[in-house]
Nanobody, 118 residues
Framework: QVQLVESGGGLVQPGGSLRLSCAAS????????MAWYRQAPGKQRELVAR???????NYAGFVKGRFTISRDNAKKTVYLQMNSLKPEDTAVYYC????????????WGQGTQVTVSP
């Protein structure tokens, strides 16, 4: 059973920073793309950033220059460094990964709350 477990969410003031982590565990042969999504109350879940197994990244326009996605393949962990946070970044942030066990499958974490407020 593959699990993705996020950590690092919390309450931060506007302009502050947070670093989210997502660790994969279980029977894993390899991990392809990993990504962070977010969902604010009353809104659809949206892609924040994605990183390939080779380290190529892409970002949603609303976070470019403020957020950085990275990964440590040896630790099976993906990170999201969030700087210059704004109130509109408030959401539940979800980790997503395409993980190969016996076959490739898409997995989600349980989500971690990020609240940006004075």
């Amino acid at each position: 059973q593959v699990q993705l477990v996020e950590s690092g969410g919390g309450l931060v003031q506007p302009g502050g920073s947070l670093r989210l982590s997502c660790a994969a565990s279980g029977y894993i042969v390899s991990i392809y793309d990993m990504a962070w999504y977010r969902q604010a109350p009353g809104k659809q879940r949206e892609l924040v950033a994605r990183i390939t197994s080779g380290g190529r990244t892409n970002y949603a326009g609303f976070v470019k220059g403020r957020f950085t996605i990275s990964r440590d393949n040896a630790k099976k962990t993906v990170y999201l460094q969030m700087n210059s946070l704004k109130p509109e970044d408030t959401a539940v942030y979800y980790c997503n990964g395409v993980v190969v066990t016996n076959t490739p499958g898409e997995y989600w974490g349980q989500g971690t709350q990020v609240t940006v407020s004075p």
